[in-house]
């Protein structure tokens, strides 16, 4: 651990799971290390798929897993993408849905979310590249097999030598490819090349340079927007441009928390009514959530037991992967079932 300086440990959330993190957290470590439970389905898929193959031709499948769940904690939309949605679990009624239909509007929704936040282009894998707009499957093959040859990009103008990538795909993707460290400052945000003379004008007029602007709010505050609108660039794209230089790369995420399950409860016989239980939302459906309290067993919050107002839709309340805390109303042993409530006193 202090040789490798390992800033967390990700464990898999299936069997064996609560008893390797018990484990984990017995030991002395010379400093305090995060152990987190991840979400491993279809990681027993990936590890033997033809992607994961081509990552990793000399690994065993075990490890090939294991990466893939530490990988899940580090940067799990781009690991997700390499799985087929069937095989995570994506909510109820999945199989009965046209699987076309279903894989498009899937990958609509990644498309966006990919797009939204950008990728890395030195780091991103394949699969993950082949949702950028205006790049495919064979382009993002291309720019894959480029970087292992000609190593990293060191920038956005660097994607044009890349073998059939032309002038639409590039005016389609650049802006969604982030370049760390690169030759230009403003190639590690969201701002399009061809906007980039936009905002060197704005740095000249008040004889600062780029990075200044990155910087400093009270500097991107002195900028009058209206002395930059012309016939193709409007107020709206300025002002988009000048947001973007405020938070130039920063992840969108919200500040990550370290979630644990109560200690000694790890098998259905150990949870008793009445008890209170941090748990994690694995699924929402129409009549409710389940709840994952850390036994291998989800249990239900019927949509009644959801809040102490009237719900219609349990969307209202909850959202996949959110931390909640749950009382524990009723466990039937027979048939493995757990009815929990989220009603609270200040809900």
Same mark, same amino acid.
């Given at each position: 651990m202090n040789t490798y300086k390992v800033e967390a440990l990700a464990i898999g959330n299936g069997t064996g799971g609560r008893e390797t993190d018990a484990f984990i957290n017995e030991l002395p470590f010379s400093s305090d290390i995060?152990?987190?439970?991840?979400?491993?389905?279809?990681?027993? !898929?990936?590890?033997a798929s033809e992607a994961a193959r081509e990552e990793f031709p000399d690994l065993d499948l075990t490890y090939r897993g294991a990466v893939s769940i530490g990988r899940r904690l580090m940067d799990p939309l781009a690991e997700l993408v390499k799985i087929d949605p069937k095989s995570i679990g994506v909510g109820q009624y999945q199989h009965d849905v046209n699987p076309l239909g279903l894989k498009r509007s899937l990958d609509d929704v990644v498309m966006s979310c990919v797009n939204a936040v950008g990728v890395d282009v030195n780091t991103a894998s394949q699969q993950l590249l082949t949702y950028i707009s205006g790049l495919g499957t064979q382009l993002a093959k291309n720019i894959v097999t480029y970087r292992d040859e000609y190593g990293p990009l060191s920038s956005r103008k660097e994607l044009k030598k890349v073998p059939r990538l032309g002038p639409k795909a590039f005016e389609q993707a650049a802006g969604f490819l982030r370049i760390r460290g690169g030759n230009n400052p403003l190639d590690i945000s969201? !701002?399009?090349?061809?906007?980039y003379g936009i905002v060197e004008a704005m740095a000249k007029d008040t004889g600062l340079k780029v990075t200044d602007l990155l910087e400093s709010d009270v500097l991107r505050g002195k900028i009058d927007l209206n002395k930059y609108v012309t016939d193709s660039v409007g107020m709206p794209t300025l002002t988009d441009i000048l947001a973007e230089l405020a938070k130039p790369g920063r992840d969108p995420r919200d500040r990550f928390e370290v979630f644990k399950f109560k200690q000694g409860i790890e098998k259905i016989e150990d949870v008793q009514p009445g008890m209170s239980l941090p748990g994690v939302v694995t699924n929402v459906t129409a009549f409710g959530a389940y709840v994952d309290v850390g036994i291998h067993q989800d249990g239900l919050v019927h949509i009644s037991q959801l809040a102490n107002r009237f719900i219609k839709d349990p969307n209202e309340v909850v959202k996949v992967h959110q931390h909640v805390t749950v009382k524990v109303l009723d466990v039937d042993l027979a048939r493995k079932r757990i009815s929990l409530s989220m009603k609270q006193s200040f809900d």
């Amino acid at each position: 651990m202090n040789t490798y300086k390992v800033e967390a440990l990700a464990i898999g959330n299936g069997t064996g799971g609560r008893e390797t993190d018990a484990f984990i957290n017995e030991l002395p470590f010379s400093s305090d290390i995060p152990v987190i439970m991840v979400n491993e389905s279809g990681a027993s !898929v990936y590890s033997a798929s033809e992607a994961a193959r081509e990552e990793f031709p000399d690994l065993d499948l075990t490890y090939r897993g294991a990466v893939s769940i530490g990988r899940r904690l580090m940067d799990p939309l781009a690991e997700l993408v390499k799985i087929d949605p069937k095989s995570i679990g994506v909510g109820q009624y999945q199989h009965d849905v046209n699987p076309l239909g279903l894989k498009r509007s899937l990958d609509d929704v990644v498309m966006s979310c990919v797009n939204a936040v950008g990728v890395d282009v030195n780091t991103a894998s394949q699969q993950l590249l082949t949702y950028i707009s205006g790049l495919g499957t064979q382009l993002a093959k291309n720019i894959v097999t480029y970087r292992d040859e000609y190593g990293p990009l060191s920038s956005r103008k660097e994607l044009k030598k890349v073998p059939r990538l032309g002038p639409k795909a590039f005016e389609q993707a650049a802006g969604f490819l982030r370049i760390r460290g690169g030759n230009n400052p403003l190639d590690i945000s969201a !701002v399009h090349p061809e906007s980039y003379g936009i905002v060197e004008a704005m740095a000249k007029d008040t004889g600062l340079k780029v990075t200044d602007l990155l910087e400093s709010d009270v500097l991107r505050g002195k900028i009058d927007l209206n002395k930059y609108v012309t016939d193709s660039v409007g107020m709206p794209t300025l002002t988009d441009i000048l947001a973007e230089l405020a938070k130039p790369g920063r992840d969108p995420r919200d500040r990550f928390e370290v979630f644990k399950f109560k200690q000694g409860i790890e098998k259905i016989e150990d949870v008793q009514p009445g008890m209170s239980l941090p748990g994690v939302v694995t699924n929402v459906t129409a009549f409710g959530a389940y709840v994952d309290v850390g036994i291998h067993q989800d249990g239900l919050v019927h949509i009644s037991q959801l809040a102490n107002r009237f719900i219609k839709d349990p969307n209202e309340v909850v959202k996949v992967h959110q931390h909640v805390t749950v009382k524990v109303l009723d466990v039937d042993l027979a048939r493995k079932r757990i009815s929990l409530s989220m009603k609270q006193s200040f809900d």
